[in-house]
């Protein structure tokens, strides 16, 4: 595939498998589209999907979704205790690879008006996508969640949607649709099983206590392992990589004489943060991204035939 | 391309432009074939090819290559500071991705045979595709180079080629074909104009005099940046990584005081080299390939269309 969009779709609907399985068959009932994690939490009543596909393919495979999720769901009927203001909540698109965060800031406005044309569902953008400061942070669009909002956007007028008109569509509500990057999702386990160490740490690594930017962090205990651990959220990988945030921990834990044990990756990890995390580290100087073999050849294949007598 | 695997042969010839172009012309005029970097030296009178293939076309490519210097090239008025013993000296066929060392032993030594039979070139196995344990070193097998070897062909049995008659061929000598794994070119710079400190940080990490295996190092100066480097070959990243080396030069270097100031990949990395090093380094302990997102989708995509009802 020519470029890797991530998009990960979320459906409040958590406990009706087949309904949760019929959403998955309308994303995947396209071409070049795939489904790289599913996840329904019967507590949330909320279904998290995790589709990869192309800059052609992913609008579509989410609005196949979308119009599904509406047919099936009715949000007058629905609890769980997450928030949620839609069928479809939130649907945020995700640059991997052979894209921008912008391209995918396209694709969300394009996805988000269709949504209103299509299915007469109105929509907020939100993320890099917002087209109002107020609606970057998805949780400030979902205020008052779906039974507050469907009052307040037919009086207040900053309430109204992005697309379509001031009022909700009747069972399936509003749903959210943005840009973002990836969200890297590592834990670095310390050797100890003071809890007060772990959240001390993490209040130095994180981006709103002064630390690292597009860093959140917390201390946990991981009673099963005798250890505690700094649980973060890397929002922008590029900007704060695995190896700064592990060079970080490491030296405030070993303030405390406390050494670190291991990681580990929660979900999925795109290619370039493990490359960008062993080049910091390495302090490779002269890396480019066509120092990496096959990153050469996907270039000389794009260029195929004018390579033949290419000579350094 | 489903596989990769890389061929770097050497040609004895680095003056003639017109002969190395088309030598790698011939190289080329096949599918799925491609040039990561081509090298002429003068003073060697020799020429370094990089090519990447498939398990298919790699072998057919190599052939293409040492056909055509058998035609442009005659030993027997050849002169370079560099030992050879063929046209074509030495061709190694490395695994870069979705092949194995011996998928590259087996294409290695059907390409030795070919090259016999086409050519009436006779052949040598080295490194891992070796049928004798004192032919694993090329050294060893090159030895004499090809004006002693002719003769010594032809009354040692020890010398005699592993395919062809106990006599090289009269223009174009023979060649040595063989497997080996990638071999990265990595260089550490330090602090410090003082080459002793190079050289003994070099002692401590190479395998020869006790440091870690599969990694050969010495000490340079670096005039133009006032700083000495320890340069290093790791002959296989998966048994000691870049991380690793990374870590006990750091170590040595601050024993006398020292910091790392950057490195160097000289070439090309093939991309696990850099995975395997910020998983190394990084201590993630649920790392698998299949940890990373564009791993995944392949797999998914070989898969397709089974995934389409996978829930977890």
Redesign the interface.
């Known amino acids: ?1 020519d470029s ?1 969009v ?1 998009c990960v779709p979320n459906f409040s609907e958590g406990r009706n ?1 087949r309904k ?2 019929a959403i ?2 309308s994303c ?1 009932a396209g071409p070049d589209i ?7 939490d019967r507590d949330h009543n909320r279904s998290v999907l995790t589709l ?1 596909g192309t800059r052609q393919s992913i609008g579509e495979a989410a609005l196949r979704g979308i119009g599904k999720a509406a047919q099936l769901i009715d949000l007058n009927i629905h609890e769980g205790v997450h928030p949620r203001i839609g069928a479809t909540d939130v649907v945020p698109f995700i640059p ?2 052979g894209v921008t965060l912008e391209d995918c800031v396209h694709i969300a406005t394009w996805v988000a008006e269709e949504v209103w044309t299509r299915f007469r569902i109105p929509t907020y953008l939100y993320g890099a996508a917002a087209r109002r400061p107020e609606r970057r942070d998805l949780e400030d669009i979902r205020r008052g969640q779906f039974e507050s909002l469907r009052e307040e956007v037919t009086t207040q007028p900053h309430r109204r949607p992005d697309f379509g008109e001031a009022s909700l569509h009747a069972t399936a509500g509003t749903t959210i649709v943005g840009a973002r990057k990836f969200l890297v999702a590592y834990n670095i ?1 310390l050797g100890t099983t003071e809890l007060a160490i772990a959240k001390s740490v993490a209040k130095r690594v994180r981006a709103s206590s002064g630390g690292l930017p597009c860093v959140k962090a917390m201390g946990v205990q991981l009673r099963t392992r005798n250890l505690v651990q700094v649980s973060m959220n890397l929002t922008d990988f590029e900007t704060t990589s ?2 700064a945030v ?1 060079e970080v921990v490491a030296r405030e834990a070993a303030a405390y004489g406390v050494n ?6 929660v979900g ?4 370039r943060a ?2 960008r ?3 910091q ?7 480019g991204p066509d ?7 996907e270039l ?2 794009e260029r ?1 035939p004018h ?6």
Chains 1, 2 share one sequence.
């Open positions: 595939m890797i991530e498998v949760v399985e998955i068959r995947l795939y489904l790289l994690d599913a996840g329904m990869a991997i690879q386990n695995l190896a592990f670190i044990v291991d990681s580990e990756v999925l990890v795109p290619r493990l490359e995390a062993a080049v580290h390495l302090r490779i100087r002269n890396f120092l990496i073999l096959e990153n050469r050849l000389l294949r195929r390579n033949c007598l290419a000579m350094k």
